[in-house]
């Protein structure tokens, strides 16, 4: 199964900072990255979908793509205690038959 | 409009015995998908159904698992003679499209512990 990287964390940034998540990927053919977040004993939930190489923005959080270096991030401006949960990146794969998903970040945000 | 239903949301078994699993994918949405956390890890991909037919099961155990989705009723993931080693969450996922087109919307998880 091709392979969703991500840094487990923990990942912590105070209150009002900028929170960045990195996620790579390792199928070149791959055209659709998503990114969920999980808070402890929920289900996930859909945060961003990116499609085409570049910047995505909504609200307080932009996704960024970059098919060549297969990397794909999420900054989470003026970071919430409220966003402390695991951020999960997900690849959909060649086939489109379903996402593959790495670990998770675990994201804390202290106030 | 209610979103995806799993049940039982806790299931304890003794090794040996069966485990079903049952999802009912949100109203409109024809594509299933189960996914399995373990503790500290990742979704990892099960199998991915449409009514009546399994479209991709790459990620299904090759023996003791199996999952169905009928042209009436809800989704079952079945698991059979459970080992401890099965113990975690299982997650269903549904979507209107292929799960690769468009977002995957999740059910609570059902929690297997196998005793």
């Known amino acids: 199964q091709k392979e969703v990287e991500q840094n487990s964390g923990p990942l912590s940034v105070p209150e009002g900072a900028i929170a960045s998540l990195n996620c790579t990927y390792s199928?070149?053919?791959?055209?659709?990255f998503f990114w969920y977040r999980q808070y402890s004993g929920k289900s996930p939930e859909l945060i961003m979908f990116?499609?085409?190489?570049g910047d995505k923005e909504d609200g307080r959080f932009t996704a960024q793509l970059n098919k060549a270096s297969q990397y794909v991030s999420l900054l989470i401006r003026d970071s919430q205690p409220s966003d402390s949960a695991t951020y999960l990146c997900?690849?959909?794969?060649?086939?489109?038959?379903?996402?593959?998903f790495g670990k998770g970040t675990t994201l804390s945000v202290s106030s | 409009n209610a979103g995806v239903m799993q049940n039982p949301r806790h299931l304890v078994r003794r090794r040996g015995q069966e485990a079903r699993l049952r999802c009912s994918p949100m109203?409109?949405?024809?594509?299933v998908y189960w996914y399995r956390q373990l503790p500290e890890e990742g979704l990892k991909f099960m199998v991915y159904?449409?009514?009546?037919?399994?479209?991709?099961e790459s990620g299904m155990p090759k023996e003791r698992f199996s999952a169905e989705f009928p042209k009436e009723g809800p989704s079952i993931l079945r698991i059979q003679q459970v080992v401890r080693g099965d113990s975690a969450a299982y997650f269903c996922?549904?979507?209107?499209?292929?799960?690769?087109?468009?977002?995957?919307?999740f059910g609570e998880g059902s929690r297997l512990t196998v005793l």
């Open positions: 109203k409109g949405h024809s594509h």
């Open positions: 199928d070149r053919g791959s055209q659709s």
């Open positions: 990116i499609y085409s190489n």
């Open positions: 159904l449409q009514k009546e037919n399994i479209i991709d």
């Open positions: 997900a690849v959909a794969n060649q086939a489109g038959t379903a996402l593959i």
């Open positions: 996922a549904s979507s209107p499209a292929r799960g690769g087109t468009g977002e995957l919307f």
